[in-house]
């Protein structure tokens, strides 16, 4: 099925294989791919109808090593990233755990002695194996046999796609490295419109493909109000993390494709196309990580060819990982034809089912998002949130500031409103007063429990909490212009007055961050704050 126009020179094992990144990227290279490893039956199905190999299906902690094949060259691999990110168990991951499927490898490793082998992993893994390499760390049995550990990032080397990964090994990564001065990069934008034509033209391979014969380019249904709206503040106003683009820039390579993404998380990528926005499709993504436009994924559901690809070595990077093995220089290593031409498999996957918006949610569905011009960045913010009793829904506002290890919650309240105010002359006072009674009359006019109806999407009209967000941030607006002439010593005080017990946190917090000019609008979010905190919007009953 595959045009083979060289003998193979060097034998391969590929342990945890996936959908075959590296089985198909070295075969490309001219090696040969002797046995693959891979314990998820839809992977491992993806990867056989794929390439045709053979795939034992196991857990490769459980593998015997005298079952495996001799006169091997390159052992290769990528154990599984999970435990080791910082997605995973609040930033933590299990790196425990994660370790023993690292032990395995370098274990193969030793057991077959081969030329050259390459372990692929996330960045975070590089500076772990070197901490468990050293005396006393759970791999220091394997550490004469490590040559190097490296970062790379995968766009270096003409992927459209920024994606670091980490490698270790025995293998000519000087070599490697000078590949990137000769490679090309191609973008975001031109991915997307190159497999929209009629003729579909694979921008790394050169492949060419009617656009029927494309699987997996169909489209989601455009983002919602509510899923724009969510997405554009995860990247853009985010609680915690920094400002992300939005949408995706189509003039340079992608962010990094992710396995477990949704239509409303942060790590969404999502483009604007025709004036809507959408999430990229699965071909989409295969393309991005350097599958050919002719690879197959076997996945029964969307989900699953989600995570499939998302966990999948991008084989564009190695295949120059087998040119370097096999001692291609920089000049040429893309000159020389690939391997061979991956032809459709003849047994083509069923269309998965795309995703759509959630038509209904639970009547408690949380709600977190910061107040628009009251986010200082680095986690330091004002919050609104809903918050239940019971069955019963209110919404408050608190401020969240200071140190990681030691960051504290404020609830403004009537108390902390007096006590700012006492500290500003008499029209100043007045004038905040007439924003208090504007702002109560638009949200006396908005029930708490409405507000969560819209939210859980069990009412389909009037205000939800984005609508609150928005009035609050146009309050905190206005606000900010009144204060434009406070004296600055005079905020300084009013804030550490009202923050009271927490005015020595608050003390090391500012002199960390903008100095005297963040108490201006620190004070301005306390007083809406303590307004909202203070109507009694809440308790309003659920269904």
Same mark, same amino acid.
């Given at each position: 099925?595959?045009?083979?126009?060289?003998?193979?020179?060097?034998?391969?094992?590929?342990?945890?294989?996936?959908?075959?990144?590296?089985?198909?990227?070295?075969?490309?290279?001219?090696?040969?791919?002797?046995?693959?490893?891979?314990?998820?039956?839809?992977?491992?199905?993806?990867?056989?109808?794929?390439?045709?190999?053979?795939?034992?299906? #196991?857990?490769?902690?459980?593998?015997?090593?005298?079952?495996?094949?001799?006169?091997?060259?390159?052992?290769?691999?990528?154990?599984?990233?999970?435990?080791?990110?910082?997605?995973?168990?609040?930033? +933590?991951?299990?790196?425990?755990?994660?370790?023993?499927?690292?032990?395995? /490898?370098?274990? $193969?490793?030793? =057991?077959?002695?081969?030329?050259?082998?390459?372990?692929?992993?996330?960045?975070?893994?590089?500076?772990?194996? %070197?901490?468990?390499?050293?005396?006393?760390?759970?791999? *220091?049995? /394997?550490?004469?046999?490590?040559?190097?550990?490296?970062?790379?990032?995968?766009?270096?080397?003409?992927?459209?796609?920024?994606?670091?990964?980490?490698?270790?090994?025995?293998?000519?990564?000087?070599?490697?490295?000078?590949?990137?001065? =000769?490679?090309?990069?191609?973008?975001?934008?031109? $991915?997307?419109?190159? #497999?929209?034509?009629?003729?579909?033209? !694979?921008?790394?391979?050169?492949?060419?493909?009617?656009?029927?014969? #494309?699987?997996?380019?169909?489209?989601?249904?455009?983002?919602?109000d509510e899923e724009l709206r969510l997405n554009r503040d995860s990247k853009q106003f985010h609680r915690i993390y920094n400002i992300m683009p939005f949408p995706e820039p189509q003039d340079r390579t992608s962010r990094t494709i992710t396995a477990a993404e949704t239509r409303v998380s942060r790590e969404s990528l999502i483009v604007e196309d025709a004036g809507e926005y959408r999430r990229l499709s699965l071909r989409e993504r295969a393309t991005l990580q350097g599958f050919p436009i002719t690879y197959q994924f076997y996945g029964k559901s969307y989900s699953d060819r989600q995570k499939m690809i998302g966990n999948a070595i991008p084989p564009l990077l190695t295949y120059l990982i087998g040119r370097a093995i096999t001692n291609i220089s920089a000049e040429i290593v893309h000159e020389v034809p690939y391997a061979y031409s991956h032809e459709l498999p003849l047994g083509l996957p069923t269309r998965a089912k795309r995703r759509v918006a959630?038509?209904?949610?639970?009547?408690?569905?949380?709600?977190?998002?910061?107040?628009?011009?009251?986010?200082?960045?680095?986690?330091?913010?004002?919050?609104?949130?809903?918050?239940? %009793?019971?069955?019963?829904?209110?919404?408050?506002?608190?401020?969240?500031?200071?140190?990681?290890?030691?960051?504290?919650?404020?609830?403004?309240?009537?108390?902390?409103?007096?006590?700012?105010?006492?500290?500003? !002359?008499?029209?100043?006072?007045?004038?905040?007063?007439?924003?208090?009674?504007?702002?109560?009359?638009?949200?006396?006019?908005?029930?708490?429990?409405? *507000?969560?109806?819209?939210?859980?999407?069990? =009412?389909?009209?009037?205000?939800?909490?984005?609508?609150?967000?928005?009035?609050?941030?146009?309050?905190?607006?206005?606000?900010?212009?009144?204060?434009?002439? $406070?004296?600055?010593?005079?905020? %300084? +005080?009013?804030?550490?007055?009202?923050?009271?017990?927490?005015?020595?946190?608050?003390?090391?917090?500012?002199?960390?961050?903008?100095?005297?000019?963040?108490?201006?609008?620190?004070? *301005?979010?306390? #007083?809406?704050? +303590?307004?909202?905190?203070?109507?009694?919007?809440?308790?309003?009953?659920? !269904?």
């Amino acid at each position: 099925m595959q045009n083979q126009i060289e003998q193979p020179v060097y034998r391969a094992i590929d342990l945890y294989s996936g959908v075959g990144g590296w089985s198909l990227g070295l075969r490309m290279a001219n090696i040969e791919i002797v046995s693959s490893y891979e314990w998820w039956s839809v992977a491992a199905d993806t990867q056989r109808l794929n390439l045709g190999d053979r795939v034992t299906e #196991l857990d490769i902690r459980k593998l015997d090593l005298s079952e495996l094949p001799t006169d091997i060259d390159i052992v290769v691999g990528s154990p599984p990233c999970t435990q080791f990110s910082y997605a995973n168990r609040g930033g +933590s991951g299990d790196i425990a755990d994660g370790l023993k499927d690292v032990y395995k /490898f370098l274990e $193969v490793v030793e =057991h077959v002695s081969p030329q050259y082998w390459v372990m692929e992993n996330i960045p975070r893994v590089a500076g772990i194996l %070197e901490r468990e390499l050293s005396n006393g760390g759970q791999l *220091v049995r /394997f550490r004469e046999i490590v040559d190097d550990i490296k970062v790379v990032d995968c766009s270096d080397f003409g992927l459209p796609q920024r994606r670091k990964r980490m490698l270790a090994g025995s293998f000519p990564s000087n070599r490697l490295d000078s590949y990137a001065a =000769h490679s090309s990069k191609c973008t975001l934008g031109q $991915v997307i419109r190159a #497999l929209g034509l009629k003729t579909v033209r !694979d921008l790394i391979y050169g492949n060419t493909l009617l656009s029927e014969e #494309l699987t997996d380019n169909d489209y989601e249904d455009v983002l919602d109000d509510e899923e724009l709206r969510l997405n554009r503040d995860s990247k853009q106003f985010h609680r915690i993390y920094n400002i992300m683009p939005f949408p995706e820039p189509q003039d340079r390579t992608s962010r990094t494709i992710t396995a477990a993404e949704t239509r409303v998380s942060r790590e969404s990528l999502i483009v604007e196309d025709a004036g809507e926005y959408r999430r990229l499709s699965l071909r989409e993504r295969a393309t991005l990580q350097g599958f050919p436009i002719t690879y197959q994924f076997y996945g029964k559901s969307y989900s699953d060819r989600q995570k499939m690809i998302g966990n999948a070595i991008p084989p564009l990077l190695t295949y120059l990982i087998g040119r370097a093995i096999t001692n291609i220089s920089a000049e040429i290593v893309h000159e020389v034809p690939y391997a061979y031409s991956h032809e459709l498999p003849l047994g083509l996957p069923t269309r998965a089912k795309r995703r759509v918006a959630a038509q209904k949610y639970r009547w408690d569905r949380r709600f977190r998002s910061v107040i628009p011009n009251l986010r200082f960045g680095s986690g330091v913010r004002f919050e609104l949130s809903n918050e239940f %009793e019971g069955n019963n829904v209110y919404w408050e506002v608190s401020f969240f500031y200071g140190a990681s290890k030691n960051y504290r919650r404020v609830r403004p309240n009537e108390g902390m409103c007096e006590r700012l105010l006492d500290s500003f !002359d008499s029209g100043l006072v007045e004038e905040f007063s007439k924003e208090r009674v504007s702002l109560e009359e638009r949200l006396q006019a908005i029930s708490a429990s409405g *507000v969560q109806r819209v939210w859980n999407h069990s =009412h389909g009209s009037g205000i939800g909490p984005f609508g609150v967000l928005d009035i609050l941030g146009e309050t905190v607006a206005v606000l900010l212009e009144k204060c434009d002439s $406070v004296d600055r010593e005079l905020v %300084e +005080s009013a804030v550490r007055t009202a923050l009271n017990g927490d005015s020595d946190e608050y003390e090391t917090f500012i002199s960390s961050k903008k100095g005297k000019e963040i108490n201006v609008t620190v004070i *301005v979010g306390l #007083l809406v704050g +303590s307004w909202v905190n203070s109507m009694g919007t809440g308790k309003s009953k659920g !269904d």
